[in-house]
């Protein structure tokens, strides 16, 4: 158990819609990473938050958006689904928010988009 | 830019040595090294930085050789544990890109059999 949880486990919706998966991070970590992992495209990073603030932004369309709030927590919207975004959604947290953190994951999000 | 993982998979019998290669075209600044068994989340193994360090944890190391922008993993006397697919994790430097951040290679599928 790495200290992230992550909520829902599974999520199962249809295309079109919209849908907010929630990560909380570890105690005293304060930047939050958000990752995309499906069978064609591997682990891609999303985009990082660190103390609330935007930090860093990966291959993250256009239709996904996050925000992380006064406590920490994180939320990854994801609006106008499509089938290709069906995949492991995964939220990762350090201490620093720093290139040689070590990162913790979550257990993941299941996103099926049908 | 991904960075490619040597060999795609890999069986093993337990007890028996195995490396995994990472490279880069780009001059990287940190690589870091993640397992993930099958349906769970990456697990952080250790991150190595540009020097040519050597990290380990018991019978799992890893080397960073900034010239040949290359780190390996070294797994020796490996167990039914080690199973899995591991992941190695690039980074090039601050930026303000953020598709600069932590990019993963396609992944090692390990598998130990008694």
């Known amino acids: 158990d790495s200290g992230v949880t992550q909520t829902p486990k599974h999520l199962i919706t249809a295309t079109g819609q919209r849908v907010t998966l929630r990560c909380s991070p570890r105690?005293?970590?304060?930047?939050v990473y958000w990752y995309q992992q499906s069978l064609d495209q591997g682990l891609q990073f999303l985009i990082q938050?660190?103390?609330?603030?935007?930090?860093a932004k990966g291959n993250i369309l256009e239709r996904f958006s996050a925000q992380q709030f006064p406590d920490l927590h994180s939320e990854l919207n994801l609006s106008s689904l499509e089938l290709g975004d069906s995949a492991l959604y995964f939220c990762?947290?350090?201490?620093?928010?720093?290139?040689?953190?070590?990162?913790?994951f979550g257990p993941g999000t299941r996103l099926t988009v049908l | 830019q991904q960075p490619v993982q040597s060999p795609q998979a890999v069986i093993l019998r337990e007890g028996e040595d195995a490396v995994i290669n990472c490279s880069s075209s780009?001059?990287?600044?940190?690589v870091h090294w993640y397992r993930q068994k099958h349906g769970e989340a990456p697990v952080f193994l250790m991150i190595?930085?540009?020097?040519?360090e050597q990290k380990g944890h018991e019978k799992i190391s890893a080397s960073f050789n900034e010239k040949k922008q290359q780190s390996s993993l070294y797994l020796t006397a490996s167990q039914l544990s080690y199973s899995g697919t591991y992941f190695c994790?690039?980074?090039?430097?601050?930026?303000?890109?953020?598709?600069?951040?932590?990019?993963f290679g396609t992944g090692t599928r390990l598998t130990i059999i008694p």
């Open positions: 780009k001059a990287l600044y940190s």
């Open positions: 994790g690039t980074e090039y430097g601050y930026t303000n890109f953020g598709n600069e951040k932590l990019t």
């Open positions: 190595l930085l540009k020097g040519g």
């Open positions: 990762a947290s350090s201490v620093n928010g720093i290139d040689t953190d070590t990162q913790y």
């Open positions: 105690s005293g970590d304060l930047s």
């Open positions: 938050y660190y103390n609330g603030e935007e930090r």
